[in-house]
Structure formats: structure tokens, C-alpha cells
């Protein structure tokens, strides 16, 4: 058996501050592998936020500018990238995350399935596919935030039989329901594990959805990783930002 050490980059993100963000995740990524982490996980669309219209202008496709630069900083970092980002291909835009390894290699793009449509105008197309990747770990898959609440996409990624599952989340309530929200959350990623049957690592971010209806709701951190029994393993500070780092047994 093998220890890896997965990080969980709980990090403050800023709406449409793609420079700004950039930096907080490299930031992040250093901490980590100054930690001897080997996955460093991040939140849902950390480059320029959730239900952000202006990503209809701003995203790039993938491969592009923003894939390419995630990429050249797991290379740098010699670590395993896991990270939500926009994604434009063609006319449509997607909630999207990858699974990158160190040396700069895309192993796995995921494209959220479960959408709340009503939040932005015009909305994000759903994605379709449920995958895992092959990795010097074992096999490691990919959902996105509310994902996680749906049974019948978790019984399409427990099919898959991964050892590891990575889930970017952008988990936001009003400003009076945190910390009782993050617990919430932790139920949701202990739920996901037992019924996937994986190790579950979900990373929410610190920050303030800035449009449409949901406007003012807080991202309060809490991120959280459970075996794949549903006991919680750690969780993350409450509305701060936070590394925090959990071992995780992979078969060698």
C-alpha cells in the first residue's frame, strides 16, 4: 500500500479576477508541495467563478490559455493538479474540471452534469459523461458539486469501481446559514463515499457568489474527505482559507 497526500486547497476566490485567482492557486500548489503532497484538489470554476455570465465571453476551450497554464504549474510543481474551471467550446460553456498530472499531462476532463439552470442566463450546458483515469494511484474519477446529489450519477461512477474520487465544489448558503451549511456539506461527501464506494475528496473555496439570484451567498469553506466507508477523515476551517492535507492508502 501506498500513502498519498492529498491536499485540499480551500482557497479565496475572487469572481472574474482570473489574474488574482491564478496566483492564490499557486500559492496554494506551493504550500502543498512544500507539504509533500503528491494531489493538490481545488474548488468548482476557481478562475473566475460560479454562475459568472461573463465566462460566456471569458472562458477559454480546453486545451487553451487557462488549461495550458494549470497545466505548466502541476508540471513546475512535479504534483497531481485536480481543479474547476469555465470552459468554452464553440457557443457553449461548460462547468468543467480536470485531472492533471505532474508532469503536465491532462488525464481527465469532467463537464458537471447537474445543473442549476435558473442561476444564470444564459445557463451552462450540461455535460454527459461519467469517467475515471487510470493514474499511478489507481483509478481516480471526476464530479462536480451538486453531482454528488444525484443517485443515479453516483451509481454511474461506482460502475467505474474508482479507489479515488475528486469533487471541485462551489457550496454557497446565505451568510447566517455557515458553519451549520458545512455540515451539510460533510454529509453529502460521506454519502458519496458510501455509495460510490471510493475515497471522496471535496474542496470547497472561500467567497461570495456576485450574480444572479443567488447573489450574497457565502462559499464557507468546510472542505471535506471521507473513506470509503462515509467516515469523515477531515474537514477544513470555516470560512477561511485552509491546506489541508489527508492520507490516503492507495493499493501500490
Given at each position: 500500500?501506498?500513502?498519498?497526500?492529498?491536499?485540499?486547497?480551500?482557497?479565496?476566490?475572487?469572481?472574474?479576477?482570473?489574474?488574482?485567482?491564478?496566483?492564490?492557486?499557486?500559492?496554494?500548489?506551493?504550500?502543498?508541495?512544500?507539504?509533500?503532497?503528491?494531489?493538490?484538489?481545488?474548488?468548482?470554476?476557481?478562475?473566475?467563478?460560479?454562475?459568472?455570465?461573463?465566462?460566456?465571453?471569458?472562458?477559454?476551450?480546453?486545451?487553451?490559455?487557462?488549461?495550458?497554464?494549470?497545466?505548466?504549474?502541476?508540471?513546475?510543481?512535479?504534483?497531481h493538479l485536480c481543479v474547476g474551471l469555465a470552459e468554452k467550446d464553440g457557443k457553449r460553456l461548460y462547468d468543467s474540471a480536470?485531472?492533471?498530472?505532474?508532469?503536465?499531462?491532462?488525464?481527465?476532463?469532467?463537464?458537471?452534469?447537474?445543473?442549476?439552470?435558473?442561476?444564470?442566463?444564459?445557463?451552462?450546458?450540461?455535460?454527459?459523461?461519467?469517467?475515471?483515469?487510470?493514474?499511478?494511484f489507481g483509478k481516480v474519477g471526476l464530479l462536480i458539486c451538486a453531482d454528488t446529489h444525484e443517485s443515479e450519477i453516483l451509481?454511474?461512477?461506482?460502475?467505474?469501481?474508482?479507489?479515488?474520487?475528486?469533487?471541485?465544489?462551489?457550496?454557497?448558503?446565505?451568510?447566517?446559514?455557515?458553519?451549520?451549511?458545512?455540515?451539510v456539506l460533510e454529509k453529502v461527501i460521506k454519502n458519496t463515499a458510501r455509495n460510490v464506494g471510493a475515497f471522496v475528496v471535496?474542496?470547497?473555496?472561500?467567497?461570495?457568489?456576485?450574480?444572479?439570484?443567488?447573489?450574497?451567498?457565502?462559499?464557507?469553506?468546510?472542505?471535506?474527505?471521507?473513506?470509503?466507508?462515509?467516515?469523515?477523515?477531515?474537514?477544513?476551517?470555516?470560512?477561511?482559507?485552509?491546506?489541508?492535507?489527508?492520507?490516503?492508502?492507495?493499493?501500490?
Open positions: 500500500m501506498k500513502t498519498v497526500r492529498i491536499a485540499m486547497c480551500q482557497i479565496f476566490s475572487l469572481d472574474g479576477d482570473r489574474r488574482g485567482n491564478f496566483v492564490r492557486i499557486e500559492n496554494a500548489i506551493r504550500e502543498a508541495k512544500d507539504a509533500g503532497v503528491h494531489i493538490a484538489s481545488l474548488p468548482e470554476t476557481a478562475l473566475l467563478g460560479w454562475v459568472n455570465p461573463d465566462a460566456h465571453e471569458r472562458a477559454c476551450s480546453i486545451p487553451g490559455p487557462d488549461s495550458d497554464r494549470l497545466c505548466k504549474l502541476a508540471k513546475d510543481y512535479d504534483i480536470l485531472l492533471i498530472d505532474n508532469a503536465g499531462k491532462i488525464l481527465l476532463r469532467h463537464r458537471k452534469i447537474n445543473l442549476l439552470a435558473e442561476l444564470m442566463s444564459p445557463p451552462y450546458r450540461a455535460g454527459k459523461s461519467v469517467n475515471v483515469a487510470q493514474t499511478t451509481e454511474r461512477m461506482a460502475a467505474l469501481k474508482p479507489n479515488l474520487l475528486l469533487v471541485p465544489y462551489g457550496y454557497a448558503a446565505t451568510e447566517d446559514a455557515w458553519p451549520g451549511h458545512g455540515k471535496g474542496t470547497n473555496l472561500v467567497g461570495e457568489i456576485t450574480h444572479g439570484p443567488w447573489k450574497g451567498r457565502i462559499f464557507g469553506g468546510h472542505s471535506a474527505a471521507a473513506d470509503k466507508t462515509g467516515r469523515t477523515v477531515a474537514v477544513a476551517k470555516d470560512r477561511e482559507r485552509d491546506i489541508s492535507i489527508v492520507e490516503w492508502r492507495a493499493a501500490s
